[in-house]
């Protein structure tokens, strides 16, 4: 069964420093991985996916993520954090693939970011 | 163009009474799929209706049935309510194709008291 691990539950950084959200999948199928955004009370927008193209992808904000096969990895950086980009981040995988609706989603990490 | 409607925002209900949301997914998208997010349990996968069927279902009780209209429109309810089912209930929706993200809508709260 496919499984999100996000390391870290809370991140801190200064503002205009790098970013790096952890996130370890477990997938029995090639992998579709995403990275969602949560600011308080509204609903998740997505970043970026992978669907087995460019193993490094880039999404909105100034966000980018590396599949990582061999170390089955799919962290979120971005390289000079922002005051805006404090929120809730969640990695999810696709379960079963590419054709499902369901996604299996990480615990989520709260980015912190301080002036 | 206009995204994941979700209706109502929020929500307050009694223990024991039943509750149906609605969630009006992008023009075009056929596959709608419902999570629910609490504090102590994260996001978690209710089911998902692909043109009017049930295409999956998480592992949630009888007492949460969904239903997808011939306009891809989705509903779900919830049936004697209980304290635990507050939380914020998230609607996506998906085109065809694997490349296709799943976009969320604002998520209905609801409290039950």
């Known amino acids: 069964a496919q499984s999100v691990t996000q390391l870290g539950s809370h991140v801190s950084v200064s503002e205009g420093a790098l970013v790096l959200l952890r996130c370890n999948y477990s997938?029995?199928?090639?992998?579709?991985l995403f990275w969602y955004v949560q600011y308080p009370n509204q609903g998740l927008q997505l970043l970026l996916k992978?669907?087995?193209?460019?193993?490094l992808v880039k999404g909105i904000n100034g966000f980018e993520a590396e599949f990582k096969k061999s170390e089955t990895s799919f962290h979120l950086t971005k390289p000079s954090a922002h005051m805006s980009d404090a929120a809730e981040y969640f990695c999810?995988?696709?379960?079963?693939?590419?054709?499902?609706?369901?996604?299996?989603f990480g615990q989520g990490t709260t980015l912190q970011v301080k002036p | 163009k206009a995204g994941v409607t979700q209706t109502p925002r929020y929500l307050i209900k009694t223990r024991g009474q039943q509750v149906t949301l609605s969630c009006s997914p992008i023009?075009?998208?056929?596959?709608v799929s419902w999570y629910q997010q609490t504090p102590g349990q994260g996001l978690q996968f209710l089911f998902e209706?692909?043109?009017?069927?049930?295409?999956n279902k998480g592992n949630f009780p009888g007492r949460f049935s969904g239903r997808q209209f011939s306009n891809s429109r989705s509903e779900m309810n919830v049936s004697t309510l209980e304290l635990g089912d507050s939380a914020l209930y998230l609607c996506?929706?998906?085109?065809?194709?694997?490349?296709?993200?799943?976009?969320f809508g604002s998520g209905t709260r609801l409290t039950v008291v």
């Open positions: 996506a929706s998906r085109g065809q194709g694997y490349n296709y993200g799943y976009t």
């Open positions: 997938s029995s199928v090639p992998p579709y």
């Open positions: 992978y669907t087995s193209a460019a193993t």
């Open positions: 999810a995988v696709s379960d079963g693939g590419g054709n499902t609706g369901k996604l299996i």
């Open positions: 023009s075009g998208h056929r596959s």
């Open positions: 209706y692909f043109s009017e069927t049930q295409r």
